[in-house]
Structures are given as C-alpha cells and as structure tokens.
C-alpha cells in the first residue's frame, strides 16, 4: 500500500544547529514529495517539493530537501536553526499526478532549544 | 498570490445541529478541492475530493450523507457537517489545486458540545 512514514515524532535541536527531518514513502514508481510546515493556530506552508530533474531540492526559509531514489527517502535539511523554525512538519506525497490529492506523514514536532 | 481562505475558523456548536464550512480561493479559479481532517497531534487525512459542478469523490470510511460537500463555483467549496456529534470535534482544512500545486486553507475548529 501507499505510504509516507516520517520516523521522528519529536526532534529537538539546539538553536544554529543543523536540522535533518526524515521522510520516507512506500510506491513503486516515483512520486511526487512535498514538505509543509505548520505552525501553532496556522495553515500548512509550503516549504519545497521535488517533482523532477535536480534530486537536491531549495526551499523558502533556508530549507533544502535531497530525493533518493534507492532510498525511497525525502529528508528535510537546515544547516542552522533558528527559534523561530519551532513547529510542525509534515511530508506529503501525491502518488499519480501532483494536483491529485497528498498522503500526509504523521508529522514532526520540531523544538529549538538556546 | 494563490490565497485561500476558510470560514469560520472557529465554531462552537450543539450535538444535533448541522455546520458549514466555507473554503474559497480568493485569487484564482481551482477545480478540484480537497477536504482534510486533522485531530490534534495527528496529521491530516484526506476526507473528500471535490470537483466543480460535480459530485464530490469520498474517501473509504467517510460518511457522505455526514459530510457533505458542495462545489458549485470555481472559487467556493462546502463542507456541511450535518447532524454534528461530540466526535466530529477536529480541525477541517481544505486545499484548492492549482497548476500542480495544492494551497492550503488556515483551517476551521469545530467543537461539537
């Protein structure tokens, strides 16, 4: 079955420290990934998605996104945290085209400890 | 760009009564909508599809005649939570298609008493 699993529940991560957020996805042919992040009261934002072409993927906030085939794996990266980076993250995949409807991981909390 | 918005972010309802929940994209046309549900501290699940002019396409285990939807402009979809009950108590967030790209909703709180 499809399916998009990210491994940590919760991460915490001393602030300007490197961050590195998991994402894995069950299917048999490439998908299409996204990564969103949720802060407190908010809607979801887009941070990066992958469709095709260039595997290490740029995103807003500083957030980089590397595809690897071989590992079925969509990992979320920041070279340095900030406090304000505190919040949900949530990988998602469409399976068949990328307006279809997403498959959400479970979700990440992210804390930023001074 | 690409803007959507939800109304009301918060109701407070009675077990029994029915509630509308408004997603609209405020600046560009969008076909297909979708439909979330999100309980807290989980992540969101995929309720409905909804396509304008059309009938809306549910997902395994949600009650169409509970939930229903409505998409009759390509700005506007509905979601009517009829007959509401203490477990339909959870944050509805929809998302509006656009070139590939899905936008999200900031989300509405439903609390049934």
């Known amino acids: 079955a499809q399916s998009v699993t990210q491994p940590d529940i919760h991460i915490t991560v001393s602030e300007g420290a490197s961050l590195e957020l998991r994402c894995n996805y069950s299917?048999?042919?490439?998908?299409?990934l996204f990564w969103y992040v949720q802060s407190p009261g908010q809607g979801l934002q887009l941070l990066l998605k992958?469709?095709?072409?260039?595997?290490l993927v740029q995103g807003i906030k500083g957030f980089e996104a590397e595809f690897k085939r071989s590992q079925s794996s969509f990992n979320l990266r920041k070279p340095s945290v900030h406090w304000s980076d505190a919040a949900e993250y949530f990988c998602?995949?469409?399976?068949?085209?990328?307006?279809?409807?997403?498959?959400f991981g479970k979700g990440t909390t992210l804390s930023v400890s001074s | 760009g690409a803007v959507v918005s939800q109304h009301p972010s918060w109701v407070i309802c009675k077990s029994g009564t029915s509630v509308k929940i408004e997603c609209r994209s405020l600046?560009?046309?969008?076909?297909?909508m979708f439909w979330y549900r999100q309980f807290p501290k989980q992540s969101l699940m995929l309720m409905a599809t909804?396509?304008?002019?059309?009938?809306?396409?549910?997902e395994q285990g949600v009650e169409k005649d509970k939930f229903l939807i409505n998409h009759a402009s390509l700005t506007l979809s509905t979601l009517t939570v009829t007959s509401a009950h203490p477990e339909d108590s959870s944050f509805y967030i929809c998302?509006?298609?656009?070139?590939?790209?899905?936008?999200f909703g900031p989300g509405t709180r439903l609390t049934v008493l």
């Open positions: 998302s509006a298609h656009r070139e590939g790209e899905q936008f």
């Open positions: 299917y048999g042919a490439t998908p299409y």
């Open positions: 992958y469709f095709s072409g260039d595997t």
């Open positions: 998602a995949v469409a399976f068949n085209q990328a307006g279809t409807a997403l498959i």
């Open positions: 600046d560009f046309q969008a076909t297909t």
């Open positions: 909804s396509n304008e002019g059309s009938k809306a396409t549910y």
